[in-house]
């Protein structure tokens, strides 16, 4: 459903590359936050092609699977929580301010995608997020 939105195709990839398209496209019901290909754009210059070669592939599940929440959230229930814990385990901050949301450093840029499992809200940047 993602790719069919036109700007996930990059996510909706690495995805499959990372073993994550079952997932995605199970029962369910889900919030996902992905990052548009423009905010793949924005990585350091070789981070994603680095992260799509097979060595790295659970690297990289890991990073798809910290931007989905096993939650159904619309954007306007946001202000309501200060985070979510998502798929990989990851407690993930939410800002809601006015009218704008951000989950971690991403601003969501293109909210309540409604899918068949779920949610989509096309964020502006991706979570890369560090081990302490």
Same mark, same amino acid.
């Given at each position: !459903?993602?790719? %069919?939105?036109?700007?996930?195709? /990059?996510?909706?990839?690495?995805?499959?590359?990372?073993?994550?398209? *079952?997932?995605? *496209?199970?029962?369910?019901?889900? %919030?996902?936050? !992905? $990052?548009? *290909?423009?905010?793949?754009?924005?990585? =350091?210059?070789? !981070?994603?092609?680095?992260?799509?070669? =097979?060595?790295? @592939?659970? &690297?990289?599940?890991? /990073?798809?699977?910290?931007?989905?929440? =096993?939650?159904?959230?619309?954007?306007?229930?946001?202000?309501?929580?200060?985070? #979510? %814990?998502?798929?990989?385990? @990851?407690?993930?901050?939410? &800002?809601?301010?006015?009218? &704008?949301?951000?989950?971690?450093?991403?601003?969501?840029?293109? $909210?309540?995608?409604?899918?068949?499992?779920?949610?989509?809200?096309?964020? *502006? @940047?991706?979570?890369? #997020? @560090?081990?302490?």
């Amino acid at each position: !459903m993602a790719l %069919t939105k036109g700007c996930f195709g /990059i996510f909706c990839s690495a995805a499959e590359r990372a073993g994550l398209s *079952d997932l995605l *496209d199970a029962k369910g019901t889900y %919030t996902a936050f !992905m $990052p548009t *290909d423009a905010a793949f754009g924005k990585l =350091p210059y070789g !981070m994603l092609a680095n992260l799509l070669l =097979p060595e790295h @592939r659970e &690297q990289l599940a890991h /990073i798809l699977s910290s931007h989905i929440a =096993p939650v159904h959230r619309l954007v306007a229930e946001f202000s309501r929580w200060d985070s #979510l %814990t998502t798929l990989s385990g @990851r407690i993930v901050a939410i &800002q809601s301010v006015n009218t &704008q949301v951000s989950f971690g450093i991403g601003k969501v840029v293109l $909210p309540d995608i409604v899918t068949s499992n779920g949610l989509i809200h096309g964020i *502006d @940047r991706v979570n890369i #997020l @560090r081990e302490a």
